[in-house]
């Protein structure tokens, strides 16, 4: 555990490579979402000599909290910060790298804009920059109307297991896991299309180098969003891969092993400079 700024428990897994760490390595996961999900991750990294971290966000998984609430967006910018710090003792020196997927990659983005000197690169995989899925508008209204009176209601997230990996076992797994939280309140709902939006528009001030690796066949946000953002990164090293055909986590798609791959490649070349 590690424990946030304002005394909330963060869950905390770890996966130890054999060897002197290459890098630390810091996996956000997304809405709906937790650390547990990245076993398979985490083992690759590790196998590779990256010291890799993945902690559940604040309300979701192990992790304390209102379930499926946040008061304010930025307060995943301060666990990712605390977390960073919590790690850090191991290998001061080591190269540090953020890999976020879909609200992480949200976060991870909102984060390194703020503070780029924390970070040696991010990996943003299939980075929730907008949303492709469509919110009926009665619920955008409702949500809207009771984060202001009742901000801690809660909502289905609406997120269909059908649209996130072409792998059966993969949906039905997501499906039976009985360690994500389905639902989101209003005030996170609020909060969360407010951070889209700001992140977006911070194109011009991210400068850390990056890696977006998009999903072609995205059912869940809105990939042409993600390439124009990509257009006007500011860093001089930024990279993005579009993974025709894939759902939205590439991570669990049938041919995870190729994202993994380029991902894991991308980090060394940042490595040996």
């Known amino acids: 555990m590690v424990r946030a700024a304002d005394g909330i428990d963060l ?5 130890l490579p054999t060897c002197v760490p ?8 997304g809405l709906g979402d937790h650390s547990g ?18 902690y559940d966000h604040r309300g979701q998984g192990k992790s304390g909290g209102v379930r499926g609430h946040i008061e304010r967006f930025s307060d995943y910018y ?3 910060n605390t977390v960073l ?6 290998q001061p020196q080591a190269p540090v790298f953020v890999v976020g997927h879909s609200m992480g990659g949200l976060i991870a983005l909102g984060f390194a804009q703020r503070h780029p000197e924390a970070l040696t690169g991010l990996v ?20 809207r109307v009771a ?12 997120i269909a297991a059908e649209h996130l990996s072409h792998d059966p076992v993969v ?3 997501y499906k039976a896991d009985p360690v994500r939280e389905p639902k989101v309140t209003a005030g996170f709902f609020v909060e969360f299309s407010q951070a889209m939006e700001d992140v977006t528009g911070g194109a011009g001030v991210l400068t850390v180098p990056v890696l977006i690796m998009a999903a072609g066949d995205d059912r869940l946000c809105d990939t042409s969003t993600t390439v124009r953002f990509h257009q006007q990164v500011a860093s001089a090293d930024k990279t993005l891969m579009v993974w025709d055909g894939m759902y939205h986590e590439i991570f669990n798609e049938p041919d995870k092993g190729k994202v993994l791959e380029v991902m894991e490649q991308w980090m060394s070349e940042r490595i040996s400079g």
């Open 124 to 143: 943003a995989s299939s980075p929730c920059l907008a949303l492709r899925m469509q919110v009926p508008p009665a619920k955008r209204i409702l949500g």
């Open 22 to 29: 290459r890098s630390m390595v810091v996996i956000c996961h």
């Open 78 to 80: 301060r666990d990712l």
């Open 37 to 54: 999900r990245y076993d398979h991750v985490g083992c690759f990294l590790a196998g590779r000599g990256h010291m890799t971290f993945a």
């Open 11 to 15: 869950f905390m897994r770890v996966w």
């Open 85 to 90: 710090a919590a790690i850090k003792w191991r």
């Open 171 to 173: 949906v039905a797994t």
């Open 147 to 158: 984060a202001r009176v009742s901000p801690r209601l809660a909502l289905d997230a609406g």
